[in-house]
Each structure stands twice: as C-alpha cells, then as structure tokens.
C-alpha cells in the first residue's frame, strides 16, 4: 500500500522566517494531495490541497509544490506568524481509495516571536 | 453550517470492555470515515462508509467495526479492548466517495482512554 513520509518531524522558526516540509510518497497512484494543520484539542484543517495535474498551488502565505517524478511534495509557509505554531500532516489519496487517506507521521512547527 | 460532531469527547474504559464512538457529518455529506490517531503510529484509517456500505478498509483488527446510518450518522465499535486501542479517534465527513475534493471535513475527536 502506499507510503507517506514525512520531514522534519519537528521544526523551529523565527517569526517573519520560512518554513518548509517535505514528503515522499510510494505509489505512483496517488493523485491528491492535501496538507492539514492540527491544533491542540482539535481535529486536522485542511489548509491546502494539489492534484497530480498541477505543479504548484499557492494560496497567500502557504505554497505547495509537487514533483511527480521524484514522488514528492513539500509545503512552504512564508512570513511566518505564532499562529502559524501547530503540527502539520501531509497525505496522499488516490481514486480507487475514495476518501481513503494515508498521512505522514506529522511536523511539529515552533514559531518563535 | 454546523460541523462534523463526534461523540464522547472523553471516554475511560477498562481492559476487556467495548466502546461505541459517534460521529454526525456535516447536513448532505454521505461519506464517513475514521482514524485512529496515536503518537508512535500516527493516523491511521480505520474504514470509510458511504450510503451505509463499507467502501474501504485499513489494516485494524476485527474488533474494530463500524457502520453508518440511512442519515449518513456513523458509529465505529471496539470490542475488547487493549491498552493500545487508547487514542483519538477522529472521523471526517466527506459529500462525495472520491479524493480530490477539498470538501473532506474533520471533527475534534473522541479520545479514548484505556485502563
């Protein structure tokens, strides 16, 4: 089955700096690919998503890549705030899976004031 | 529109008992599925329900079932339960039984706690 992992598994920034997470996934299969931020006490929000069609998807300060060829994606968060501190999950999903996701093993992101 | 509801919260149980956890998607959605979601294996999918059939299943124990009501409701049970079973178990509500939408909502979670 498919395979999602997942780095760094912890992260400190300065606020006002970048961060970046990576993830490799296993199956040439997958075709989506969300990114969710978890915040203590509540379930994962999705923040961003691509499809295997597409690159590149940016939405304000958060941008995610993908690499088909290499089979990896990676979310860069720009301009970082406190608020942006929380674990963030990658996850890959194919079609035949249907709402099946299968996550990465989570980043903890520290922003520093 | 109001979210995905899970119910309990909080839940304590011993070795040995079983549990039944409760999850209300969100008004038109008619998928559900659930997750387990621990430190050491992180989450993990349990199974997903749409229209009331199982779609899809993860690599959990028969004691772990579930199904899903004509109102799209869902319940996941665990029968005698182990140490390891203590978790969060958190469901998300889905309209359609396909990825690629970013309408796949999750709820806050039951934490399970076993004794």
């Known amino acids: 089955g498919e395979n999602v992992e997942q780095h760094p598994s912890t992260l400190s920034v300065q606020e006002g700096d970048s961060a970046v997470i990576k993830c490799t996934y296993s199956?040439?299969?997958?075709?989506?690919f969300p990114w969710y931020k978890q915040e203590l006490g509540k379930g994962p929000q999705l923040i961003i998503d691509?499809?295997?069609?597409?690159g590149e998807k940016k939405d304000q300060r958060i941008a995610v890549t993908l690499n088909k060829t290499a089979k990896h994606f990676s979310l860069h968060i720009t301009e970082t705030q406190p608020e942006d501190s929380a674990v963030y999950f990658c996850?890959?999903?194919?079609?035949?899976?249907?709402?099946?996701?299968?996550f990465g093993g989570g980043t903890r992101v520290l922003v520093k004031p | 529109k109001a979210g995905v509801t899970q119910t309990p919260r909080y839940l304590i149980k011993t070795r040995g008992q079983q549990v039944t956890l409760s999850c209300s998607p969100i008004s038109g959605h008619r998928s559900v599925s659930w997750y387990q979601q621990t430190p050491g294996q992180g989450l993990q999918f349990l199974f997903e329900?749409?229209?009331?059939?199982?779609?899809n299943k993860g690599n959990f124990p028969g004691r772990f079932s579930g199904r899903q009501f004509s109102n799209s409701r869902s319940e996941m049970n665990v029968s005698t339960l182990e140490l390891g079973d203590s978790a969060l178990y958190l469901c998300?509500?889905?309209?359609?039984?396909?990825?690629?939408?970013?309408?796949?909502?999750f709820g806050p979670g039951t934490r399970l706690t076993v004794l």
């Open positions: 998300a509500s889905s309209r359609y039984w396909t990825s690629g939408f970013p309408d796949r909502f």
């Open positions: 199956d040439s299969a997958s075709n989506y």
């Open positions: 996850a890959a999903s194919m079609s035949a899976a249907g709402n099946k996701l299968t």
């Open positions: 691509i499809r295997s069609n597409v």
């Open positions: 329900y749409f229209s009331e059939t199982q779609r």
